[in-house]
C-alpha cells in the first residue's frame, strides 16, 4: 500500500518521516489540521504493525518518536469515546443484559437504504469505504488473544478460526470481499481506497485498533466485537437483497450471505461464551465491554447518518 | 486455578437458536439433508429463519411469545 495522500499538516509532516526513514523529534509538535487529518495519522501509525507501506523501512513500527505521537493521538482519542460512550450498569444475567444493550439501539442502517433504494453508484461507494475494514476483517480482534485468560481465549479462538476460514484460505472472510470486489470491478488491492474514505471511517478503523492493541482495553475490544457481530445478520440479509436489486455480481451478494449464517453464530458466540468467559474470570471488564459495545454502534451510527445525509436519504 | 472448562456439544441460547459444535447432517422437516460447515453451527428454533434449518438473526424481531 503507498502511504495515504496527506489530509492536513500532521498526515503531511507523518508521511514525510515515513518516506525519509526518520521521525524527527519536533513532529510531536505538529499540530493536526482537523479531525481528518488527526486520524488519518493515527491510522496511518497503527497501518505500521499490519501490513506497512511501500517503500517504507518495517523498522518504524517501533521507532521511539512515531510511538510518541501515537500515544499522543490515542490518549485523546480515547478519552473522546469515554466521553461520547458512557455506558449504563450492566444487570445480571450478563449475556442477557449485553444483548439487551446492543438490541436496544437504534442507530442509523446504511443497510436498509441498500435493501430499498440506494442506487449502484451509491452501494459502490459503500463498498469502496467497507474495503478498510473488510480487508482486514478480524485482524484488529486477533490482537487480543494472548491477552486472555484459558475460558475467553479459547472462545475467541472458536470464533476466529470462523473468520479466517477454518485454515482454508478460499473461506478467509477478507478474501471472499476481494473475490465480490474483483466481481463488481472494483479494487481489492488492501488500502486502495484510503484517499476517498470519510473520516467516520478512519475513526472506526482507529476504535477496533486503540481497543485490538493495548492490553488494558482487552475488555472494549471483545465488547466491540460482540456489538458488530450482533448487528450483522439482519443487515448482511438487507445488504444481499439489494445487491440481488442492483443486479451486483453473485461472489458480493455471497460475501454478504456467509455473514447473514456465520454472524447469527458469531453473535451466540461473542456475547454468551467469550464475553461471557471474560466477565466470568474478570468481572471488573463488564463495565470496558459495555463501553467497547456502545462504541462500535455509535460510531456505525455516525457513519451511517454521515453516508444517508450526503445521499439525501435522512 | 479452574481445572475443567464446561464445553458442551449442544447449546441451547434462551430465545435464539440451538448450537451445534462439530459436523452433524440435519434433515429438515422437508427430509432434506444439510451438513455442518464451520466449527459451530446456529440451529434456527423460532421456525422463522428464511435460510432453514440455519438461524438467520430473525428471532431477535420476533415479539417474546413468538421467540423460542
Same mark, same amino acid.
Given at each position: 500500500?503507498?502511504?495515504?495522500? =496527506?489530509?492536513?499538516?500532521? #498526515? ?8 525519509e ?7 510531536a509538535? !505538529?499540530?493536526?489540521? *482537523? ?5 488519518? #495519522? ?11 507501506? *511501500?517503500? %517504507? ?8 518518536? $512515531?510511538?510518541?505521537?501515537?500515544? +499522543? ?12 460512550f #458512557? ?7 450478563? =449475556? ?13 442502517? !446504511? ?5 430499498r ?23 484488529? +480482534? ?6 486472555l ?16 476460514g ?32 470519510? !473520516?467516520e471511517? $478512519? ?18 475490544a ?13 443487515? #448482511? ?7 440481488e ?18 454472524d447469527? %453464530?458469531?453473535?451466540? $458466540? ?7 468467559? $471474560? !466477565?466470568?474470570?474478570e ?5 470496558e %465491554? ?14 451511517a ?10 | 486455578?479452574?481445572?475443567?472448562? /464446561?464445553?458442551? /456439544? @449442544?447449546? @441451547? ?11 452433524h447432517?440435519?434433515? &429438515?422437516?422437508?427430509g ?8 459451530v453451527?446456529?440451529v ?6 428464511? /435460510?432453514?434449518?440455519?438461524? &438467520? ?5 420476533l415479539? /417474546?411469545?413468538?421467540?423460542?
Open positions: 500500500m503507498r502511504i495515504p495522500k =496527506a489530509r492536513g499538516e500532521l #498526515s503531511e509532516a507523518l508521511a514525510a518521516a515515513l518516506q526513514g526518520t521521525a524527527p523529534a519536533e513532529l509538535d !505538529v499540530a493536526a489540521t *482537523d479531525d481528518a487529518d488527526r486520524h488519518l #495519522s493515527l491510522w496511518t501509525l497503527y497501518e505500521l504493525s499490519y501490513r506497512g507501506f *511501500d517503500g %517504507v523501512d518495517d523498522e518504524l513500527e517501533w521507532q521511539p518518536e $512515531l510511538l510518541a505521537l501515537r500515544h +499522543t493521538l490515542e490518549r485523546r482519542f480515547e478519552a473522546e469515546l469515554r466521553e461520547w #458512557s455506558p449504563p450498569e450492566l444487570g445480571e444475567p450478563f =449475556a442477557d443484559a449485553l444483548f439487551e444493550l446492543i438490541e436496544n439501539d437504534d442507530g442509523a442502517s !446504511v443497510a436498509t437504504f441498500v435493501q433504494e440506494a442506487t449502484l453508484d451509491q452501494t459502490l461507494e459503500l463498498l469502496r469505504y467497507r474495503t478498510i475494514y473488510h480487508l482486514k476483517e478480524a485482524d484488529p +480482534t486477533a490482537w487480543v488473544v494472548p491477552r485468560t484459558t475460558g475467553p481465549k479459547a472462545a475467541l479462538m472458536e470464533l476466529q478460526y470462523d473468520e479466517y477454518c485454515g482454508d484460505p478460499n473461506r478467509l472472510h477478507s478474501h471472499l470481499f476481494v473475490r465480490g470486489l474483483d466481481a463488481c470491478g472494483l479494487r481489492s488491492d488492501y488500502g486502495a481506497y484510503i484517499d476517498d474514505v470519510p !473520516v471511517v $478512519l475513526v472506526q478503523n482507529n476504535a477496533m485498533s486503540l481497543f485490538g492493541l493495548h492490553r488494558r482495553l482487552r475488555g472494549a471483545l465488547g466491540h466485537l460482540a456489538a458488530f457481530e450482533a448487528t450483522s445478520s439482519l443487515p #448482511s440479509r438487507r445488504m444481499a437483497q439489494g445487491l436489486r442492483l443486479g451486483l455480481p453473485t461472489e458480493m451478494i455471497a460475501y454478504y450471505e456467509e455473514h447473514v449464517e456465520a447469527a %453464530v458469531h453473535e451466540q $458466540l461473542a456475547v454468551r461464551t467469550i464475553c461471557g468467559a $471474560l !466477565v466470568e474470570e468481572p471488573a471488564q463488564a463495565a %465491554v459495555a463501553f467497547g459495545a456502545l462504541a462500535c454502534l455509535g460510531l456505525e451510527d455516525r457513519f447518518r454521515r453516508m444517508l445525509a450526503e445521499w439525501g436519504a435522512e | 486455578m479452574k481445572e475443567h472448562f /464446561d464445553h458442551p /456439544d @449442544v447449546v @441451547v441460547c434462551p430465545g435464539g437458536p440451538l448450537l451445534l459444535r462439530g459436523e447432517v440435519i434433515e &429438515d422437516a422437508e432434506r439433508q444439510h451438513r455442518t460447515s464451520r466449527p453451527s446456529a434456527c428454533r423460532c421456525g422463522k429463519s428464511a /435460510d432453514q434449518p440455519w438461524c &438467520d438473526g430473525t428471532h431477535k424481531v415479539p /417474546d411469545k413468538l421467540k423460542p
